[in-house]
């Protein structure tokens, strides 16, 4: 629990993907993969996967890190 005056300092990316007609398995694989290795990460605190419904191709990602900087350092690393 945050200390009183101090606000939680936790951020969440929020990203929409339209997956291309018959590549949903592919995709959802994908997240699966990458589900697990983030999860792994320091200051990295949930992934959700949102589908509307079934038969829907967009696809929602809702990613938690501890801070706004861990958030800045993970998407400015080069691949690995």
């Known amino acids: ?14 990203v929409r993907r339209r997956i291309k007609s018959g590549s949903e398995p592919r995709f959802e694989s994908l997240m699966q993969e990458f589900m697990s290795f983030a999860l792994r990460q320091p200051g990295h605190l ?4 949102i589908r ?13 890190f501890a801070t ?3 958030l800045w350092l993970d998407r400015s690393l ?3």
Do not use: F, H, K
């Not at 629990?1 to 929020?14: I, L, N």
């Open 78 to 80: 080069p691949p690995s």
């Open 68 to 70: 706004g900087v861990v």
């Open 46 to 49: 949930g992934i959700n996967v």
């Open 52 to 64: 509307l419904s079934p038969g829907s191709r967009e696809y929602t990602v809702l990613d938690r």
């Open 1 to 14: 629990m945050p200390s009183e005056g101090r606000a939680d300092q936790s951020v969440t990316a929020v």
